[in-house]
């Protein structure tokens, strides 16, 4: 029998209810998994969960989710098209970033979210999810903006969308980075991309 992406990402999610793994899960409202297509070829990761997302338990429907959802579909993306994630499925107290040790904890668990979409391209959004995926010591300034390979995976960092509420100097690059995904993307799904990504490995 076959068991198709949707399963195990729900199957992934019950088990992540109960998870202990940091302590993160002690003091969270709700487990914040995913949401979009499971049969998306981007995948779009950011730190984790703030007030709005612990309440709802879907990632980025706060502010920063809003402005991100107008970003996507401003850059001609639809829902067919992406699955929006993030490092940690927990809300750190405070929306402090989370710590080294709780980032590890749930990468396990994002590796498998990942390995179940089966992504194309990664979208890293901010400094906490390229520093977790990229290299802990990734610097976003002058890192964003450009392809990397890793396995797989053609990986962009970007700025967080929280960054462009709290500086909206950052939208052109932003807007820069979200067309570029849209025409790599674009020549994907037409057989026409040519790669010239970074390798990581
Ligand atoms: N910021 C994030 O990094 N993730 C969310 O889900 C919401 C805000």
């Known amino acids: 029998m076959i068991i198709h992406r949707k399963q195990h990402l729900v199957a992934l999610e019950e088990q992540l209810q109960g998870c202990g793994e940091c302590p993160l899960g002690k003091t ?8 979009g297509s499971e049969e998306a070829d981007i ?50 107290p405070g929306n402090r970033v989370p710590a080294p040790a709780e980032v590890q904890a749930c990468l396990p ?6 390995a179940y979409v089966r992504p194309k391209i990664m979208v890293l959004l901010g400094a906490s999810a390229a520093k977790a995926i990229i290299d802990p010591n990734f610097g976003i300034t002058r890192g964003r903006g450009k392809w990397i390979q890793m396995g797989n995976f053609l990986v962009m960092p970007t700025f967080h969308p929280a960054a462009l509420l709290r500086d909206p100097q950052k939208k052109i690059p932003v807007w820069d980075d979200f067309q570029e995904i849209k025409r790599v993307y674009d020549e994907m799904k037409a057989g026409t991309y040519e790669n010239n990504a970074d390798n990581e490995e």
């Open 109 to 114: 668990f994002l590796r498998q979210q990942v």
């Open 43 to 92: 995948v779009f990761i950011g730190e984790g969960p703030g007030e709005q997302e612990d309440l709802q338990g879907s990632p980025f429907v706060g502010r920063a989710g809003q402005l991100l959802d107008k970003i996507i579909a401003a850059a001609g993306l639809t829902e067919e098209d992406y699955y929006i994630c993030n490092i940690v499925k927990c809300r750190p």
């Open 28 to 35: 969270r409202n709700k487990l914040v998994f995913g949401r």
